[in-house]
């Protein structure tokens, strides 16, 4: 059974405070590891979709890396504002099959 | 921006009954998929589908589910005969390579 496990469940931060959380998954079989920002009553918003060792993905105040050898991959928010509340999901996805495998998500909170 | 569309956006049914949840999956996209969440669990896969039939599907989706696309721009997932451990958060999606799109969900109340 494929596991994809994150880290923490749950956290709370100041605003300005930077964070990261981490998602470890299989590392054989890999195609794929994707980041989403979930909040409630909205659609789960792609964030990034990494694909190569060693990747570096940036968007704004947030970025990941990759690790596919060991299998993880690291999410950091650099001066968090209440805004980026949300969970925050990651999938892997493996092998010859495009389903995506999801972890327990980070849920964030940010204090003004 | 393209969106995946979910209606409803909440149904509460009765166990037993039959439910349909439909999803427009972006126009240009080939690949579409159900996903559910019971509340407290992980996000899970369900059926994936490609070029008009079922591509994969998990354990979960046994012969009380199926999946159409009716009229080439709705997908739909039907609850023959909905269980009390149905009720969970229900995400389509569509994808055209390594990225997927979802919709906001349909919670399923099964009471």
């Given at each position: 059974?494929?596991n994809?496990?994150?880290?923490?469940?749950?956290?709370?931060?100041?605003?300005?405070d930077?964070?990261?959380?981490?998602?470890?998954?299989?590392s054989?079989?890999f195609?794929?590891?994707h980041?989403y920002r979930?909040?409630t009553?909205?659609?789960p918003?792609?964030?990034?979709v990494m694909?190569?060792?060693?990747d570096e993905k940036?968007?704004?105040?947030?970025?990941?890396?990759?690790?596919?050898?060991?299998?993880?991959?690291?999410?950091?928010?650099k001066?968090s504002?209440?805004e980026?509340?949300?969970?925050?999901?990651?999938?892997f996805?493996?092998?010859?099959?495009?389903?995506l495998i999801?972890?327990?998500?980070?849920?964030?909170?940010v204090?003004p | 921006?393209?969106?995946?569309?979910?209606t409803?956006?909440?149904q509460?049914?009765?166990?037993?009954?039959?439910?349909?949840l439909?999803c427009v999956?972006?126009?240009?996209?080939l690949y579409?998929?159900?996903?559910?969440?019971?509340?407290?669990?992980?996000?899970?896969?369900?059926?994936?589908?490609?070029n008009?039939?079922?591509?994969?599907?998990s354990?979960?989706f046994?012969d009380?589910f199926s999946?159409?696309?009716p009229?080439g721009?709705n997908?739909?997932?039907?609850?023959?005969?909905?269980?009390?451990e149905?009720?969970?958060?229900y995400?389509?999606?569509s994808?055209?390579?390594?990225?997927?799109?979802?919709?906001?969900?349909?919670?399923?109340?099964?009471?």
């Amino acid at each position: 059974i494929l596991n994809v496990e994150q880290s923490p469940q749950s956290l709370h931060v100041q605003e300005g405070d930077s964070t990261n959380f981490t998602c470890s998954f299989p590392s054989s079989n890999f195609y794929a590891l994707h980041w989403y920002r979930w909040e409630t009553a909205k659609s789960p918003e792609a964030l990034f979709v990494m694909t190569l060792n060693g990747d570096e993905k940036k968007k704004g105040r947030i970025s990941a890396t990759l690790n596919t050898k060991e299998g993880y991959s690291y999410l950091y928010i650099k001066g968090s504002q209440p805004e980026d509340s949300a969970t925050y999901l990651c999938a892997f996805c493996g092998g010859a099959t495009n389903k995506l495998i999801f972890g327990t998500g980070t849920l964030l909170a940010v204090q003004p | 921006e393209p969106e995946v569309t979910q209606t409803p956006s909440h149904q509460v049914t009765q166990m037993g009954q039959e439910v349909i949840l439909r999803c427009v999956p972006i126009s240009n996209h080939l690949y579409f998929y159900w996903y559910r969440q019971i509340l407290g669990q992980k996000v899970e896969f369900l059926v994936s589908f490609y070029n008009n039939e079922i591509s994969e599907k998990s354990e979960i989706f046994d012969d009380q589910f199926s999946v159409e696309r009716p009229d080439g721009s709705n997908f739909t997932l039907k609850i023959r005969s909905t269980k009390l451990e149905d009720s969970a958060m229900y995400f389509c999606a569509s994808s055209q390579g390594r990225g997927y799109t979802f919709g906001s969900g349909t919670r399923l109340t099964v009471v």
